[in-house]
């Protein structure tokens, strides 16, 4: 069973920059995809971005394209979400997920079967 850790999280200014690390454990790394979501109150949770199991592939959602990053360090069990040029709108609640698959990723969230506690980014001068 993973267990999936967000830190990084807080305040930014917008046009500021964050780093969102997700640590994870209790499993073999590179057997899973890691996906990064959003979620604010009234709001479905939105993919942000996603990273296969060895990081060879990516996926960004259309609203974050160009301004964050996705990688992993396996030997580190962390997977990064860099997220720079932050507008208001970016604002939520991060979450890490785990998708146990051989090969890519998915930007669906029912596909991701075990789930980190969430992390607070908000985004004001």
């Known amino acids: 069973q993973l267990h999936l850790v967000e830190s990084g999280g807080g305040l930014a200014q917008p046009g500021g920059s964050l780093t969102l690390s997700c640590v994870i454990s209790g499993g073999t790394l590179d057997t899973y995809a890691i996906g990064w979501f959003r979620q604010v109150p009234g709001k479905e949770r939105e993919g942000v971005s996603c990273i296969s199991g060895r990081g060879g592939n990516t996926k960004y959602g259309d609203a974050v394209k160009g301004r964050f990053t996705i990688s992993r360090d396996n030997a580190k069990n962390t997977v990064y979400l860099r997220m720079n040029s932050l507008e208001p709108e970016d604002a939520g609640t991060y979450y890490c997920?785990?998708?146990?698959?051989?090969?890519?990723?998915?930007?669906?969230?029912?596909?991701?079967?075990?789930w980190g506690q969430g992390i607070q980014v908000t985004i004001s001068s």
């Open positions: 997920a785990s998708d146990f698959r051989l090969g890519g990723c998915s930007a669906d969230s029912r596909e991701y079967e075990t």
